[in-house]
């Protein structure tokens, strides 16, 4: 069993910048991918980026340039900057889309 909880949400204007956090704890040596996701109002979860144990990273595009996930040990980290008011959502942390935290929410807005 792995167990995730994610902060650092909250309420940025556009242009500003947050950094999420997971913590994960349990058996996160047999994780093999760590990822972000995150879900808008009305809309479904979507992909939004991740980190495989070798360090690869991959990006959806609308973030790539502005966001950068890293991992450090059981930690995993998401760094969103010129944050835009389209990426309000509750941003949820996976390890190998078999577990999940509860969210964090993320508002831009002005």
């Known amino acids: 069993q792995v167990q995730l909880v994610e902060s650092g949400g909250g309420v940025v204007q556009p242009g500003g910048s947050l950094r999420l956090s997971c913590a994960a704890s349990?058996?996160?040596?047999?994780?093999?991918?760590m990822g972000w996701y995150r879900q808008a109002p009305g809309k479904q979860r979507e992909w939004v980026a991740d980190?495989?144990?070798?360090?690869r990273t991959n990006y959806v595009e609308p973030v790539k340039g502005r966001f950068t996930i890293s991992r450090d040990n059981a930690m995993v980290y998401l760094q969103m900057n010129n944050l835009r008011p389209e990426d309000t959502a509750v941003y949820y942390c996976s390890a190998d889309l078999k577990y999940w935290g509860q969210g964090t929410q993320v508002t831009v807005s002005s």
């Open positions: 980190i495989y144990n070798t360090g």
């Open positions: 349990g058996r996160i040596s047999r994780i093999d991918i």
